[in-house]
């Protein structure tokens, strides 16, 4: 349990799908990060939120939508992916962002598989 | 451009000692993180150094040089647990964590 809880963990959805991936953290931190992480590739930093403000959007397709709405929370919402989007999404929060030594604490992620 | 480097596996044999190597370059320096990551889990933290020297934690150790943009984890008396990636991420200037691939390590017994 490392305070950082995903659903669902394992999601299968068609091209033409709008589902919505859900993060809560539980320990009182201010920023929130989604990853994706795909097979034996880097960890790819997609979006950050510090005070609920988005600070960080890295050319991610318009496709993924991040939302959120308060510290607590945070939502990737997917529409019309590809099968290349496949790959593990990983919540995580900090207790900061833009701070050194500020540790990030990963939720267990959702595994999604476009079909 | 910003790069890390680490080796893509490593095997070791229970109770041994194992090194991985970890080099980067990065656009300003705020500090090095390890994760451990088992298959199909969240990374978990590890260590984070800062400054040049050995941290030691446990049957964990990490190291830094910042002069050689250089780190390593050594895990001392293996267990089979220890299979695992191990994931080197340094913070560059910007206090964004540069992720290399990871270092697949499998414990034989």
């Known amino acids: 349990e490392t305070g950082v809880t995903q659903t669902p963990r394992h999601l299968v959805m068609g091209m033409t799908n709008k589902k919505s991936l859900k993060c809560e953290q539980h320990?009182?931190?201010?920023?929130m990060y989604w990853y994706k992480q795909s097979a034996k590739k880097p960890l790819e930093l997609m979006f950050v939120?510090?005070?609920?403000?988005?600070?960080e959007n890295n050319s991610v397709p318009s496709r993924f939508s991040p939302e959120c709405p308060n510290s607590s929370h945070l939502f990737l919402h997917l529409h019309t992916l590809q099968p290349e989007d496949s790959a593990l999404y990983l919540c995580?929060?900090?207790?900061?962002?833009?701070?050194?030594?500020?540790?990030?604490?990963f939720g267990e992620g959702s595994w999604l598989t476009v079909v | 451009g910003q790069n890390i480097d680490q080796p893509t596996e490593m095997t070791a044999t229970e109770g041994a000692i194992v090194q991985i190597n970890c080099t980067y370059q990065?656009?300003?320096?705020?500090?090095l993180f390890w994760y451990q990551q088992h298959a199909g889990e969240a990374p978990t933290f590890l260590s984070y150094?800062?400054l040049d020297g050995l941290e030691e934690k446990g049957r964990f150790s990490s190291f830094l040089s910042r002069s050689k943009g250089y780190s390593y984890l050594l895990l001392k008396e293996l267990q089979m647990k220890d299979s695992a990636s191990y994931l080197c991420?340094?913070?560059?200037?910007?206090?964004?964590?540069?992720w290399g691939a990871g270092t697949k390590l499998i414990i034989k017994p």
């Open positions: 990065t656009s300003g320096f705020n500090g």
């Open positions: 939120y510090s005070l609920e403000e988005r600070v």
């Open positions: 995580a929060s900090s207790q900061a962002q833009g701070r050194g030594g500020n540790t990030i604490y």
């Open positions: 150094n800062v």
């Open positions: 991420a340094p913070m560059d200037s910007n206090y964004q964590l540069i």
């Open positions: 320990l009182g931190h201010n920023a």
